[in-house]
């Protein structure tokens, strides 16, 4: 494991298993984007490659598109018309995450064995099938709380809490200070800015 001069853990990239992908259930366009935002948001930052949106929201999946164009990283919004075709064709674990799950800390060790992950959550109702087409459902704690908290830590747990050095293709970072804010931004040329 690797440790960024912020202290945080991550693994290093030759031993990580592959970058998870979300899929966000029951978006309403118009009335949740500012959560399915936070939601995304959250799933980059901490690792995944992509974001499943049900229903498709373009206009979010555009703004979300410019978020990672200057911070950097591969993350793409995906429009997912049919939730249950992306559960059912996910090559890998689909990991339901729902405060009536099994404890995170139990399924950890199954989750670091690797293979692609795919991790499912949802939004003010939750179709009830989903808590059988799922390989698991998992609670980060028994408690209500919001499915950007829960993704959040699930995903620090496997992955590790991201560091300050930028992603690849960045055209933004932020240099950590104690107090303030610094950002620096690279130039045409490749150099970042003082």
Do not use: C
């Not at 990580?16 to 959560?35: F, K, M, N, Q, T």
């Not at 591969?74 to 064709?89: I, L, S, T």
């Not at 003010?124 to 698991?136: E, F, G, M, S, T």
């Not at 028994?142 to 830590?153: F, T």
Request: aromatic fraction near 4%.
């Amino acid at each position: 494991m690797g440790t960024g001069s912020s202290g945080s853990r991550r693994t290093s990239r030759g031993s990580r298993a592959p970058a998870p992908s979300v899929l966000r259930i029951g978006h309403r366009p118009g009335r949740d984007p500012r959560l399915t935002t936070h939601l995304a948001l959250a799933a980059r930052a901490f690792g995944a490659e992509r974001m499943y949106l049900h229903p498709p929201d373009p206009e979010l999946a555009a703004r979300l598109a410019h978020v990672a164009d200057g911070w950097g990283g591969g993350f793409e919004v995906v429009g997912a018309p049919d939730w249950r075709r992306v559960v059912r064709e996910h090559p890998g674990t689909v990991v339901h995450l729902t405060m009536y799950g099994l404890p995170l800390e139990r399924v950890l060790p199954r989750l670091r064995r690797g293979g692609p992950l795919l991790f499912v959550v949802g939004g003010a109702k939750v179709p009830a099938d989903l808590y059988r087409l799922a390989a698991l459902n998992v609670a980060v704690g028994h408690q209500p709380h919001s499915e950007v908290a829960a993704l959040a830590v699930a995903l620090s747990r496997l992955r590790g809490v991201p560091g300050p050095t930028p992603l690849p293709g960045a055209r933004r970072r932020i240099v950590p200070t104690a107090r303030g804010k610094r950002m620096r931004t690279r130039g045409e040329d490749g150099r970042w800015s003082r």
